[in-house]
């Protein structure tokens, strides 16, 4: 049996050593390439070329969303398995109609993991029984209907956002961590059906949380 290529990508180091030191207890699996960033991951996986890249959902440049629909652009054999703290019913339709092939919460154990690489191996679809329902519910791709309104703590950062302040200026206002405020912002985006710090704007402007 021919060994199975991976790429690991996470922003976090020790997230990444952890992944990596579970998937190196299956001796036919080899991590041929790590990447700390969306767009690192992006160009480490069109020149290693992996059977499976497991993408952190949240990771600065460019999110896993972002990436996995790039990777699978330049490479649609290539299987994508998302690692993620959220399992909404707007992030699982994000991901099907991204293409990616199954997705772990980061709580999840590491026999998940383990399964979920199984399974994309074997071309097939993985996720948790717990997530299935929400695999059959249609997508809506209506950008006209927001999702329910904003936490308190979201509309400050679609505040400062609009501002044109980065994530890092954010955390420091905010007294939170950076990886927090880009948590923030990847679940606001879902939320509000936006694209773009732009449309977020357009958003807020058209709700009354910033004036025009």
Same mark, same amino acid.
């Given at each position: 049996m021919s060994d199975v290529r991976l790429l690991v990508a996470d922003d976090h180091d020790v997230l990444r050593r952890g992944v990596r030191a579970i998937l190196e207890e299956n001796p036919n699996w080899k991590i041929v390439a790590e990447a700390r960033d969306g767009q690192?991951? !992006?160009e480490r996986a069109n020149e290693f070329k992996p059977d499976?890249? !497991?993408? %952190?959902?949240?990771?600065p440049k460019r999110n896993g969303l972002e990436a996995a629909r790039e990777i699978l652009r330049n490479l649609p054999q290539t299987k994508i398995l998302i690692l993620t703290i959220h399992d909404s019913d707007v992030l699982i339709q994000e991901m099907r109609q991204a293409g990616v092939h199954g997705y772990v /919460?980061?709580? %999840?154990? %590491? /026999?998940?993991? !383990?399964?979920? !690489?199984?399974a994309l191996v074997s071309n097939k679809p993985f996720?948790?029984?717990a997530m299935t329902p929400n695999m059959h519910r249609p997508l809506k791709r209506d950008r006209g209907r927001p999702q329910p309104g904003l936490t308190t703590r979201q509309k400050e950062i679609v505040k400062l956002l609009a501002q044109g302040l980065h994530s890092g200026k954010i955390a420091e206002m905010l007294g939170i961590s950076k990886k927090t405020v880009e948590v923030h912002r990847q679940n606001i985006l879902l939320r509000t059906n936006c694209r773009s710090s732009a449309d977020l704007v357009?958003?807020? @402007? /058209?709700?009354? @949380?910033?004036?025009a």
């Open positions: 690192e991951a !992006i499976v890249a !497991i993408l %952190d959902f949240s990771m /919460r980061k709580h %999840d154990s %590491d /026999r998940d993991l !383990i399964s979920a !690489i199984q996720y948790l029984p357009r958003y807020a @402007i /058209r709700n009354a @949380i910033i004036e």
